[in-house]
């Protein structure tokens, strides 16, 4: 069985973050080409509790005492957190068992309802993405579920924005040729500086994506977009902070970061704590008894579990 808290595990914008897990893989209102822990099978915005918040808080609480401490205790995983609609009760009854700060990614495709708004208010940061201001490319980039409107989603966004006193990260996702028009750039731009952001996040498709054709958006053409965001834009850059030393490579520390996301050797060895060498020689043994698969991006060799 997946687990439901993981880590800590190095983030690329978190530092160390200890992973709450609370929808099942993989339940997301978008089915967006870039995701990389492959299609939605079927998007929805059905709001119910998923993941019953108990064994969410014995396990936060023993991972708190068990350490390493993490920077962030942060909502993510398998799909769309705001979805379970539990997650105010969770956030709230976490940071009575620690003070650690508590993290939500969001796509934000639910911020017009008024409950969710309400449920991410107990966050102290909250990270929503938007990738797209126009219907089309909304429609091509996040293949969201059906009766979602890009105007209704922005508008919650703003409303949330007004709301919040916490810090919010807003990501946008550019992949090549589908959200990087002029037009689309000026759009998100628009909204974007009229919000109380803290930091505007520009990522684009550095691991598999869902959709083979979803590429990224070369480095060069980042640092332009980024100097056209602004100052409180930056590029998300691959994680170099601390890392967690965990030892002995075994696989169910492996198959546990693979889970989350496909990963390079590198990474794993940098997200565990273990010598690359240990890395590779493990990763041929997993490769060999077809427990895991490797695929080519953007010129990079990544893992996935086969399971
Ligand atoms: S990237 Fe996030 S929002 Fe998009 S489909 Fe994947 S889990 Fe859902």
Redesign the pocket.
């Known amino acids: 069985m997946r687990d439901l808290v993981f880590g800590p595990v190095p983030s690329r914008r978190l530092g160390l973050s200890l992973g709450v897990d609370i929808i099942p893989l993989?339940t997301?209102?978008?089915?967006?080409i870039?995701?990389?822990?492959g299609r939605?099978p079927r998007p929805t915005v059905e709001r119910k509790i998923y993941v019953e918040p108990e064994p969410i808080l014995q396990a936060v609480k023993e991972a708190v005492e068990r350490g390493p401490k993490p920077d962030y205790v942060t909502f993510s995983g398998s799909?769309?957190p705001t979805l379970n609609s539990a997650l105010g009760e969770m956030i709230r009854k976490i940071k009575g068992i620690t003070e650690i700060p508590v993290a939500v990614i969001t796509?934000g495709s639910l911020l017009w309802m008024e409950e969710v708004r309400r449920d991410l208010s107990e966050a102290d940061l909250v990270m929503p993405?938007l990738d797209a201001v126009s219907e089309g490319v909304f429609r091509r980039i996040?293949r969201a579920a059906s009766g979602l409107r890009i105007e209704a989603i922005v508008d919650g966004l703003k409303r949330f924005c007004e709301e919040f006193d916490g810090k919010i990260w807003l990501e946008i996702m550019l992949v090549d040729g589908v959200n990087t028009s002029i037009e689309e750039l000026n759009g998100l731009k628009e909204i974007a500086l009229s919000l109380k952001l803290d930091r505007i996040q520009l990522n684009t498709v550095v691991r598999p994506p869902a959709e083979r054709w979803a590429r990224a958006v070369p480095k060069t053409r980042m640092e332009e977009i980024r100097r056209f965001f602004g100052p409180k834009a930056e590029v998300i850059a691959d994680y170099v902070g601390k890392a967690p030393k965990i030892h002995g490579a075994a696989e169910a520390n492996i198959l546990n970061v693979l889970r989350r996301h496909p990963c390079t050797a590198e990474e794993i060895s940098d997200s565990l704590g273990i010598p690359i060498g240990q890395v590779n020689d493990r990763l041929r043994s997993m490769l060999r008894r077809e427990i895991v698969r490797e695929i080519s991006h953007e010129g990079k060799t990544y893992f996935l579990p086969r399971e």
């Open positions: 993989k997301c209102s978008y089915n967006c870039y995701c990389q822990i939605t799909g769309e796509n993405s996040n």
